[in-house]
């Protein structure tokens, strides 16, 4: 059990902001500097904050993205900056979806920032697994997929970023919480389509369908980042919420406001919750004997390791 | 740009919430299958006290059997409020049901003239216990089976003699904290006056619940309804209870803990009841 090593030290609660972000399409500074009035906005009691995929350029690029991308360090740097410049020496964790340039390869990434006075430094940089290329949706065209589902510890404890489509391909969340993660961030830009619901268009229902699924089924925190704003016709449907491990949605923003939503997540509920449905201990005793069905399309060589 | 602030709402303490016509249909539901499929018994008895709890009981028997099937029988004491029993004839002649009344102030005192010393509190048991005597044998007497009509607050508090109101083989509404069987009580259409008194056992003149217990049920209910969930005593302070309710709800729990069990037996052999000779009460 690797429980001891990824919860907070010393930690129940994290003050948690979302910064709901209607950005400007491709004004990369103006946005920027939205981010920083959203900084000085935020109230004073803030631990973590959540931006939004493609948060300060706008979702839908094509080949502007090769314009816009970023190097990792660059766009860390002008957070912190920014940040800085709106409240000093305060330490803060932030999360932010980006395009990132990685030496000529380009993929929709988020990192993982902590901010101290004098200095910052990327505690993770997640880039997008599954990038929808189908529909109205043509990431793949302009992007590179990401290879890698990390975890990571924090100052909060071990953590998870799923951007978008990665959040709705259930292994995605099952497997960050086998690893460890006890809050998934999951900076989104998802287009509002369905208009046959009941009170809200059916992507805003089957979004929080998804999110409350992978609250319940794995005990964790989950912080959603929603873009919003409309870009050519598509209107992002904002909706940036934190659900508990219960599945409770304790705060969610309307879909078509700039909005900071504030909440604070006490850690202790995550024990709780697995303790009244232990889902997830049921699963880590379960998982390597699924894994391990032949009919899976295991990567040739894995099952040999295994068979040896 | 000036952001929209939505903050998430601060954690109040709140009752427990209850959607009761999904409630009220499930009870009937497991009343029809415990007593018509099960048991095999059509008729139902339920000591009817005048109070909201055996109100909301009546009820749920007489949509699960029909009223032609559901006993109602009252059973004061001497000293007992005379609104319990106008207040238990309101439910009676709402639901359509049958109804008797047996004075146990003969058989309570029979024993109670022996033994003048005896407290409020001895003598409040002896009057629980000789009540569910008598709707055991007018049970048998009717072919019928009696109805338990405690709620989840006073078996979590331990507020209930042991061996007498937890007695009944069948409670519809032992999982329910008082504020939701209030709720279920308007959803049934129980009569406003046993929704709107205040609760009390009758055992003593101007007795009620909440004067005994020292916090209401609404507080009660909501603390309850957290630290069975597992949160600590200094989460539940942060939610909003005051260290004193915490201590006096967790007090009450955990001294009342053996009332919610049955009687501890000495285990002797390999086939000790309950321990290793383990079956399901339905089996």
């Known amino acids: 059990m690797a429980a001891a090593d990824t919860r907070a030290p010393g930690r129940a609660r994290v003050a948690v902001a979302i910064v709901q972000m209607k950005p400007v399409k491709g004004r990369y500074d103006e946005n920027l500097h939205a981010a920083g009035e959203a900084f000085a906005q935020i109230g004073d009691a803030v631990d973590l904050v959540a931006f939004p995929e493609a948060a300060f350029t706008g979702y839908f690029l094509e080949g502007a993205v090769y314009d816009l991308a970023l190097d990792a360090r660059r766009f860390a740097a002008d957070l912190a900056r920014t940040w800085r410049a709106a409240r000093g020496e305060r330490a803060v964790d932030l999360v932010a979806g980006f395009f990132e340039n990685d030496d000529g390869t380009y993929y929709n990434s988020a990192l993982y920032l902590h901010i101290a006075a004098d200095s910052e430094q990327i505690v993770h940089l997640h880039r997008k697994l599954f990038l929808p290329t189908y529909g109205v949706f043509d990431e793949e065209r302009f992007l590179s997929r990401g290879r890698k589902l990390g975890t990571f510890e924090t100052r909060f404890g071990r953590m998870a970023i799923l951007i978008c489509e990665d959040a709705w391909h259930a292994i995605v969340p099952t497997i960050a919480a086998v690893k460890g993660a006890r809050v998934l961030l999951i900076p989104s830009a998802s287009p509002g389509r369905g208009i046959e619901g009941d009170g809200e268009l059916l992507s805003i229902v089957r979004w929080r369908q998804t999110l409350v699924s992978a609250a319940v089924e794995h005990g964790v925190f989950v912080v959603y980042a929603g873009l919003t704003g409309f870009e050519g016709g598509k209107g992002m449907t904002g909706n940036s919420c934190v659900i508990d491990p219960h599945g409770n949605v304790i705060v969610q923003a309307p879909a078509a406001d700039a909005s900071i939503v504030r909440a604070e997540l006490d850690l202790r509920e995550i024990d709780l919750a697995r303790a009244s449905l232990p889902l997830l201990g049921d699963l880590e005793a379960v998982l390597p004997d699924l894994l391990l069905d032949e009919e899976l399309p295991l990567p040739r060589g894995v099952r040999d390791v295994y068979d040896r | ?283």
């Open chain 2, 1 to 283: 740009m000036t952001f929209t602030i939505v903050e998430a709402p601060a954690n109040t303490p709140r009752p427990p919430g209850i959607d009761c016509a999904v409630t009220a249909e499930w009870l009937t539901a497991f009343l029809r299958d415990e007593l018509l499929f099960r048991r095999n018994v059509s008729r139902a008895v339920v000591g009817l006290s005048g109070g909201v709890d055996s109100a909301v009981t009546a009820y749920l028997c007489a949509r699960a059997l029909g009223p032609k099937n559901v006993y109602a029988i009252r059973l004061p004491y001497a000293t007992s409020s005379p609104a319990s029993l106008s207040d238990a004839q309101l439910v009676v002649d709402a639901l359509g049901i049958h109804c008797d009344t047996i004075a146990i102030t003969d058989a309570v005192d029979g024993y109670l003239q022996f033994e003048p010393d005896a407290d409020a509190r001895r003598r409040g048991n002896v009057m629980a216990r000789t009540r569910m005597v008598i709707l055991f044998d007018q049970s048998a007497k009717l072919g019928a089976l009696p109805i338990g009509t405690g709620n989840k607050t006073e078996r979590m508090l331990g507020y209930f003699t042991w061996h007498a109101d937890d007695t009944p083989p069948l409670n519809p509404i032992g999982d329910l904290f008082k504020t939701q069987v209030w709720a279920l009580a308007r959803y049934l259409g129980v009569p406003r006056p046993l929704i709107d008194k205040a609760p009390s056992a009758d055992l003593e003149a101007d007795q009620t619940d909440e004067a005994d217990l020292g916090i209401t049920y609404a507080r009660a209910d909501a603390l309850l309804c957290e630290l069975l969930h597992g949160y600590n005593d200094e989460q539940l302070v942060e939610h909003g209870f005051s260290a004193d309710e915490v201590a006096l709800v967790r007090r009450r729990v955990d001294a009342t803990h053996w009332k919610r069990h049955l009687p501890t037996t000495a285990m002797l052999t390999n086939t000790a009841i309950n321990e290793f000779y383990l079956r399901p009460v339905d089996y």
